[in-house]
Nanobody, 121 residues
Framework: QVQLVESGGGSVQAGGSLIVSCAAS????????MAWFRQAPGKVREGVAR???????SYADSVKGRFTISQDKSKSTLYLQMSSLKPEDTAMYYC???????????????WGQGTQVTVSS
């Protein structure tokens, strides 16, 4: 069992930056595949970014070049650095983990409770 706790969400104006974090409850979580998802009201949950074991990230086209995923394995923490934020980035942001690499599909076994990001125009 892995527990995930997101933090760092908030409100920001368009063009601004924000970093959200996800702390895992166990150090072995560093061996899990991890990803960030988001869900806006009335919309399906979408994959935003995922990270490989070598630290390389891959991104949804909608955030490519603006978001950066990273991981501090010593702290069992996953980060999502967001810049040039747009109103359409407004959503609840979730981190997810699993021993299976689901890429950006929302099929991960473990999920955090989410942190709200609101971008105003």
């Amino acid at each position: 069992q892995v527990q995930l706790v997101e933090s760092g969400g908030g409100s920001v104006q368009a063009g601004g930056s924000l970093i959200v974090s996800c702390a895992a409850s166990k150090s072995s979580a560093s061996s899990y595949y991890m990803a960030w998802f988001r869900q806006a009201p009335g919309k399906v949950r979408e994959g935003v970014a995922r990270i490989d074991s070598d630290g390389r990230g891959s991104y949804a086209d909608s955030v490519k070049g603006r978001f950066t995923i990273s991981q501090d394995k010593s702290k069992s923490t996953l980060y999502l650095q967001m810049s040039s934020l747009k109103p359409e980035d407004t959503a609840m942001y979730y981190c997810a983990a699993d021993r299976v690499n689901w890429l950006l599909l929302p099929r991960y076994r473990y999920w955090g409770q989410g942190t709200q990001v609101t971008v105003s125009s």
